[in-house]
């Protein structure tokens, strides 16, 4: 069956950090990228971040670029995104997705570009 979970959410004050995991279970890390999303409240959710299994290459938007790092440790089958200098506006339910495909394509952002999600991790930053 295949699954990816994430973890790590939790409230925090503007300025800290936190490290979010995807695990993913039921199938080869390694053959796949895999792409962050987050749904703000109120709005639509929105990819942000995005990594390729063989370079491997990163993507990023604007809004998190130099702060947040994604990565893989594809032998412990987990993808990470370490978020940095986190703001109020970052408040949101983080996912993670299977991209089907081993390159994050030309619209990893897209959130029908995926094929399989996590249930989402709770991020909060407030004073």
């Not at 994430?6 to 995807?22: D, F, I, K, N």
């Not at 809004?63 to 986190?86: C, E, H, P, W």
Request: charged fraction near 20%.
């Amino acid at each position: 069956q295949v699954q990816v979970v994430e973890s790590g959410g939790g409230l925090v004050q503007p300025g800290e950090s936190l490290r979010l995991s995807c695990a993913a279970s039921g199938f080869r890390l390694e053959d796949y990228a895999i792409g962050w999303f987050r749904r703000a409240p109120g709005k639509e959710r929105e990819g942000f971040s995005c990594i390729s299994s063989s370079d491997p290459s990163t993507y990023y938007t604007e809004s998190v670029k130099g702060r947040f790092t994604i990565s893989r440790d594809n032998a412990k089958n987990t993808v990470y995104l370490q978020m940095n200098s986190l703001k109020p506006e970052d408040t949101a339910v983080y996912f993670c997705a299977r991209h089907p495909g081993i390159a994050c394509s030309d619209n990893w952002y897209a959130v029908w570009e995926y094929d399989y999600w996590g249930q989402g991790t709770q991020v909060t930053v407030s004073s």
